[in-house]
């Protein structure tokens, strides 16, 4: 099957992570090249595997979140909390739901003078939750009621969630800043600034914190640390080093959110490595040639990741030794993987969840969803999952054997 993918200028906010490796990757990045938007890249998308599913999720009740997020790129995944489901669509529209009936709790438009074009979040924390959009703001609305709580501007787009700790939000922007906002107020209270290449891939690592320290992957092929409490940089290491004759080439943004587990933090880059780093030394402790854009999962003891080519791999979290691989969703424009139900599980572009075998890499399921496709995978609930298409249709479903 052979899928074509038009490139298309910076303007209509788009990402084909899929196509990296081709001329296709202007459509990802933040400079985008002459004639771009006017040309044509044909890529091998994988059919769709063959598979015989030992099981059917069962639908507990479906609504919908507006025009969701379109084709456009963004990382806008629901959130569970507070016994609530919290879920919003691009042009500014949140909702919290009952998680047991779908019902509508409450409803808010967060759009103003201009299209709301939400995009980092969502994040749930201090009672609230937190949601970033592509106009360079932060908003905080309260989690009982949807009401409004502040609104603030920040240097840069905010692509990815915040990041909350110590009375803080922290969100990290398309500028190379990390920003530090009083959770009550939205005032701000520190910053730090790191490079940004020319030519960067269109998306930022969601900074995670732990033990009094935050973590996040840069444009310019890092992962930093810093102390939250006074926003001090206390350590960085490379994930990428930029190598060959264009910028194209040359890419090496770490997009991913870092994994934690235990003492050692995990990140990966695009046209970089997969890596393990200590905590306290910020010093490797195994590198592996993987690359990717996409965020990381793990059930404990493995990682999974999607390469930039649409390949599934499992490693071992321990010695980074591959435990099996699968090229049978290549260029299928995945979503990062999920652990559901014990299962790991992928949404991909044409609306199929492909459901497989943590151990093996082998498919044990699949179903069609919806056709416009996943931008995020699947989120666990208590009693089941939640899945949110791109146009915006919202379902719980239950693993039925």
């Known amino acids: 099957m052979k899928r074509t993918l038009k490139k298309i200028s910076l303007s209509q906010g788009l990402f ?33 595997p063959t598979v015989s599913s030992e099981f059917t999720p069962q639908s507990e009740w479906s609504t919908s979140i507006g025009n969701g997020v379109g084709h456009y790129f ?82 840069g787009e905010v692509l990815a969630s915040p990041a909350t700790d110590n009375n803080l939000v922290i969100v990290n922007t398309s500028r190379g800043m990390l920003i530090a906002l009083d ?3 939205g005032e701000q209270k520190w910053t730090i600034s790191t490079e940004v290449p020319s030519l960067t891939l269109r998306g930022d690592s969601a900074p995670v914190t732990v033990s009094g320290g935050v973590f996040w992957g840069t444009a310019n092929g890092r992962l930093a640390a810093a102390i939250v409490e006074r926003g001090q940089l206390i350590w960085q290491q490379p994930v990428g080093t930029p190598k060959g004759a264009t910028e194209i080439d040359r890419l090496v943004d770490v997009d991913a959110t870092p994994v934690i587990l235990g003492g050692t933090l995990y990140t990966i880059g695009i046209n970089g490595q997969l890596i393990g780093i200590d905590l306290r030394s910020g010093k490797p402790t195994w590198k592996r040639n993987y690359s990717s854009a996409i965020d990381i999962e793990t059930d404990g003891s493995r990682l ?29 424009l995945l979503t990062a993987p999920k652990v559901i139900d014990g299962y790991l599980v992928v949404g991909d572009t044409e609306g199929y969840l492909h459901w497989l075998d943590r151990s093996t890499g082998e498919f044990v399921a699949q179903q069609l969803v919806n056709d416009s496709g996943f931008s995020v995978g699947p989120v666990a609930l208590p009693d089941g999952y939640l899945v949110v298409t791109r146009n915006g249709d919202v379902k719980k479903l239950t693993i039925s054997q």
Request: aromatic share 6%; proline share 2%; charged share 25%.
């Open 183 to 185: 959770q009550l107020t």
């Open 16 to 48: 084909s992570k899929g196509v990296i490796r081709k001329a296709a990757v202007c459509a990802a990045a933040i400079g985008v090249l002459a004639g771009c938007a006017s040309e044509e890249d044909t890529i091998i998308m994988a059919p769709v």
């Open 74 to 155: 963004s990382k806008l995944t629901p959130e569970y909390a507070y016994d609530k489901i919290f879920i919003a669509s691009r042009d500014g529209l949140i909702k919290a739901l009952d998680p047991d009936t779908g019902k509508e709790l409450w409803s808010n438009d967060l759009e103003r003078e201009v299209y709301a074009r939400l995009s980092g979040g969502l994040t749930a924390a201090y009672g609230k939750i937190f949601v970033g959009n592509e106009n360079g703001e932060v908003i905080a609305v309260d989690e009982s009621t949807g009401e409004e709580l502040w609104r603030v501007v920040v240097n």
């Open 304 to 332: 999974f990741v999607v390469t930039d080519t649409d390949h599934l791999v499992a490693v071992d979290a321990r010695s980074g030794t591959e435990l099996w691989s699968t090229e049978k969703l290549e260029h299928r």
